[in-house]
Nanobody, 124 residues
Framework: QVQLVESGGGLVQAGGSLRLSCAASGRTFSSYVMGWFRQAPGKEREFVAGISRSGVFTHYEDSVKGRFTISRDNAKNTVYLQMNSLKPEDTAVYAC?????????????????WGQGMQVTVSS
């Protein structure tokens, strides 16, 4: 069982920045592929970004490329999502997730454990 605790969400004006953090329990964090997902009201959950076990490989949803950066610190069991140039359409509940198998994945069904989610609201 892996527990995830997220922080860093909140309200920001358009054009602003937020940094989300997700701390994982356990001593094998470096063996997890990590991902960030979001779900806006009335919409399906969507993939935002993913990072490989080592942190060398990353993958982004097209609408956040160049604005969001995913990173991880395996010594701190933490994954981050730096969000810059935020837009009102980025408003959603953001959640981190753990994938036990190797390889990046964009489908939520490929992930095994989830954080509780946190609200990010971007005002215009």
């Amino acid at each position: 069982q892996v527990q995830l605790v997220e922080s860093g969400g909140g309200l920001v004006q358009a054009g602003g920045s937020l940094r989300l953090s997700c701390a994982a329990s356990g001593r094998t964090f470096s063996s997890y592929v990590m991902g960030w997902f979001r779900q806006a009201p009335g919409k399906e959950r969507e993939f935002v970004a993913g990072i490989s076990r080592s942190g060398v490989f990353t993958h982004y949803e097209d609408s956040v490329k160049g604005r969001f950066t995913i990173s991880r610190d395996n010594a701190k069991n933490t994954v981050y999502l730096q969000m810059n140039s935020l837009k009102p359409e980025d408003t959603a509940v953001y959640a981190c997730a753990v994938r036990m198998a190797d390889g990046l994945a964009t489908m939520s069904i490929k992930y095994d454990y989830w954080g509780q989610g946190m609200q990010v609201t971007v005002s215009s």
